[in-house]
Nanobody, 129 residues
Framework: RVQLAESGGGSVGAGGSLTLSCSSP?????????MAWFRQVPGKEREGIAA???????FYADSVKGRFNISRDNTKRSHYLQMTRMNFDDTAVYYC??????????????????????WGQGTQVTVSS
C-alpha cells in the first residue's frame, strides 16, 4: 500500500505563511501523477483545494486562489503547498493525495476524493490571532 507523508503543519498567526510538504514513496511513477491537497475541518466534508498535473498545470479552489501555491519536484518525489495570507478559515487537517491523472472535473474546480487513490495521514494547521 502506498502511503504519502505530509510534513510542515503547525500553528501560524493570522496573515502569516506556512509551507506543507508531501513525500511519495517508490511504487508508482510520481512524475506522471496528479498530486493534490485536501483539507478537512471536524464535522465537515473533506475539501479539495489545490492540484497539479504531471506537466505542471495547476488547479485551485476559489477559497485559496491567489493565496496558496502548489508546486512539485519530481526529482524528490515531493509536492508542496505554500500558504500565504492565512486566515482562521484555513484551520484544518491538511491531506496530500495522488491520482493517476488530473480529472477533467478539475477544470471546473471540482475536486473529487474518489479520483485520488493514494493519501497521506494528514497534518494539522492552526491559524490563530
Amino acid at each position: 500500500r502506498v502511503q504519502l507523508a505530509e510534513s510542515g503543519g503547525g500553528s501560524v498567526g493570522a496573515g502569516g505563511s506556512l509551507t506543507l510538504s508531501c513525500s511519495s514513496p517508490p511504487g508508482y511513477t510520481f512524475s506522471t501523477y496528479c498530486m493534490a491537497w485536501f483539507r478537512q475541518v471536524p464535522g465537515k466534508e473533506r475539501e479539495g483545494i489545490a492540484a497539479i498535473s504531471g506537466d505542471g498545470l495547476t488547479f485551485y479552489a476559489d477559497s485559496v486562489k491567489g493565496r496558496f501555491n502548489i508546486s512539485r519536484d519530481n526529482t524528490k518525489r515531493s509536492h508542496y503547498l505554500q500558504m500565504t495570507r492565512m486566515n482562521f478559515d484555513d484551520t484544518a487537517v491538511y491531506y496530500c493525495a495522488a491520482a493517476t491523472v488530473c480529472s477533467l472535473w478539475l477544470n471546473r474546480n471540482v475536486f473529487r476524493e474518489r479520483d485520488f487513490g493514494y493519501w497521506g495521514q494528514g497534518t494539522q494547521v492552526t491559524v490563530s490571532s
